[in-house]
Structures are given as structure tokens and as C-alpha cells.
């Protein structure tokens, strides 16, 4: 109790401070959502402002989330989170907050809890059209928009969208442009997932953590980005595994990251290593000759590799994984 008691005095004594001069005008559309399920919290935002990811979302582990926007006062981010963390509802947090801020007419705040409670406010002078729409576990907000349907259009699409919650999270995003958006235009977008389970080190619990920060269609690019990011996670799964020595499950990891961007050498060169290393060369070989014929350098890189301890040092088996690369560029 007390040191709740001390955060919501020190917040009280700033308020007249920080909370009257840090405005950033960012109106956009946002949602902060938790996932049941999983555990995993999230939130997601567009706007027609550079870099609107480094202002708008705030997320923690087992702590909670939080959409700070319209006249932004950043601080409501990480205050937000250290209320949540030190035992308030998201409710709680948010007016604890509010009651400090002599700008609150201005601001557009949603929380969440890792309960899944959430808490918002639209304040009456942010700039038509401004709203929020509060579902189960989730909540989606918007100012200065082109129609007052925003968002409740990204409340129906976030409920009828499946996969994880990153997908989930980039469907309201999607149906928020597709009713008109912003009315000023597009110009960045972010989003941040975090584990269902804190690990004690925020960093190592993001699973997604991705920024457009200045792009002519800001969704399309996050999207791609996601699919990305999606084959980094199997990779990074898979080397995981590769250094347990499960090679088999480190196999099943490289194969689905190959799956999502096949396009990517870096998703080939490293599954074929590891095949080759695991004993299945005449499996790994195709991967070779289509990663080393895709750029060069992979051929200068794979010798590399005996040198550092990351492949077997087999001279017959290093030759012959050489030998399907193309002759010597010029």
C-alpha cells in the first residue's frame, strides 16, 4: 500500500509540471488489447504523424498496455504502467492520472490490465470525429477521423479476426483505414506484442516490436513486416533448439521460417547448415546450391564456419557442399 500511495502522490506533485508541457499533437487510431488465451497483451496504431510508435503505445508483461494520444502527454505511458504494476486496475491507474493531468480535455488514454480490464477516455475537446468502443478485453479509439464509425468498424474486425493476437491486432488496424481513417492521411505505424509471461527483462519478453515510421502506405509495410518478423521468431526458435541439440524440432522451426519468406537467403543458408551438420547432407544440398546461387557471398561465408566451431571440420563434406555452388564470380 504504501508504495502505491507514494506513485499516486509523486504523480499528483508533477502533475502541474510535466503533464501541462508535454504535448505532442499525434491524433490517431490505436488499440490495446490482452489475449485470454495466451496471456499476450498487445497494442497497435496508425496516424498521419512521423514516428508515431516511439509516442503512442507502452506495453509490459504481466503488467499491462496503454494508447496515449490526441494532445499527447507521453508520461501516461510509462506512469500508466508503473500504476498497473504496483497493484491498480487499469481504471484505477487511468483516473489516478487524469486527476492530475489540468489537460485532460485534450487527451485520448486507453488502458488495459494483464486482467484484462480496460479503461478509457476521450476527452470532449479532442478534434471530431473522436470516439472509443470498449469490448471484452479489448478497446479501440480514434480522433480527428473521417467518420465516427472508425472505431467501431476495428471492434468488429479485431472480434472476427483469427490467428494470434499480432493478427488480430493488424485487422482492426486494416478496417479503421478501410472506413476512412485518419482524415489528414497515413504516415507511420507501430505495433508491440509481449509474452503472456514476464521473464523480469522487458526486452526479451517483446515478441513483436515494429515500427513504419515515415511511409506512404504505413499498414501495407507493417504487415509485411509482421510476416517477417514471424519467420525471425521460427528462426530464432531454431537455433534455440539446434544449441539444446534438438536438432529435429530445430528442423520443424527453420522449415516454417523458410514457409513464410522463402525469399530470404538467410532463411535457406541456416536450415541447410543444419541439416548438413545433423548428418542429412544430400537433403541440405539443394538449399545450398539455391542460397549460393542467389549471392555469392554465402559461398565465401560457409568455409568460415568449421573455423568457429559452427560446422563440422570435414573436409570431404565441405567440398562437397561446395561443390554445387556456381563457378567463381568475376
Known amino acids: 500500500m504504501r508504495k502505491i500511495s507514494f506513485i499516486f502522490l509523486f504523480i499528483v506533485f508533477i502533475g502541474s509540471f510535466s503533464y501541462s508541457n508535454d504535448i505532442r499533437p499525434v491524433p490517431t487510431y490505436s488499440i490495446v488489447a490482452y489475449d485470454p488465451e495466451t496471456g499476450q497483451l498487445g497494442v497497435a496504431v496508425q496516424s498521419h504523424w512521423f514516428s508515431v510508435g516511439s509516442i503512442v503505445p507502452w506495453v509490459e508483461a504481466e503488467v499491462g498496455a496503454v494508447a ?25 491507474a487511468l483516473q489516478a492520472l487524469l486527476k492530475a493531468d489540468k489537460n485532460k480535455s485534450v487527451r485520448q488514454v486507453a488502458m488495459i490490465d494483464f486482467k484484462g480490464r480496460v479503461a478509457v477516455h476521450t476527452g470532449k475537446n479532442c478534434i471530431p470525429e473522436a470516439g472509443h468502443y470498449i469490448g471484452k478485453n479489448y478497446s479501440c479509439q480514434a480522433n480527428l477521423m473521417l ?4 472505431w467501431k468498424a476495428m471492434a468488429v474486425a479485431f472480434e472476427n479476426a483469427g490467428g494470434e493476437l499480432v493478427d488480430r491486432l493488424m485487422a482492426a488496424l486494416e478496417a479503421a483505414e478501410r472506413e476512412g481513417g485518419d482524415i489528414r492521411g497515413k504516415q507511420s505505424a507501430a505495433i508491440i506484442v509481449v509474452r503472456g509471461k514476464s521473464s523480469g527483462v522487458w526486452w526479451k519478453d517483446r515478441i513483436y516490436d515494429l515500427r513504419v515510421e515515415d511511409h506512404s502506405n504505413p499498414l501495407a509495410e507493417l504487415k509485411r513486416l509482421i510476416k517477417l518478423a514471424k519467420a525471425y521468431n521460427h528462426m530464432n526458435r531454431g537455433d534455440e533448439y ?61 568455409p568460415r564456419l568449421p573455423e568457429v566451431g559452427q560446422f563440422p ?10 561443390s554445387v555452388a556456381p563457378k567463381k564470380r568475376k
Open 68 to 92: 496515449t494520444q490526441s494532445f499527447v502527454d507521453i508520461s501516461y505511458g510509462p506512469l500508466g504502467l508503473e500504476l498497473m504494476k504496483a497493484g491498480k486496475s487499469a481504471e484505477q
Open 313 to 322: 571440420k570435414d573436409e570431404n563434406l565441405i567440398k562437397r557442399i561446395l
Open 147 to 150: 467518420k465516427n464509425t472508425v
Open 242 to 302: 539446434l544449441a539444446e541439440k534438438k536438432v529435429k524440432k530445430a528442423l520443424e522451426e527453420y522449415k516454417k521460417a523458410m514457409e513464410l519468406y522463402p525469399e530470404n537467403p538467410e532463411m535457406i543458408f541456416w536450415p541447410a547448415v543444419a541439416l548438413a551438420a545433423s548428418g542429412k547432407v544430400e537433403e541440405s544440398l539443394p538449399l545450398f546450391k539455391k542460397v549460393f546461387s542467389m549471392d555469392y557471398n554465402w559461398v565465401i561465408l560457409f
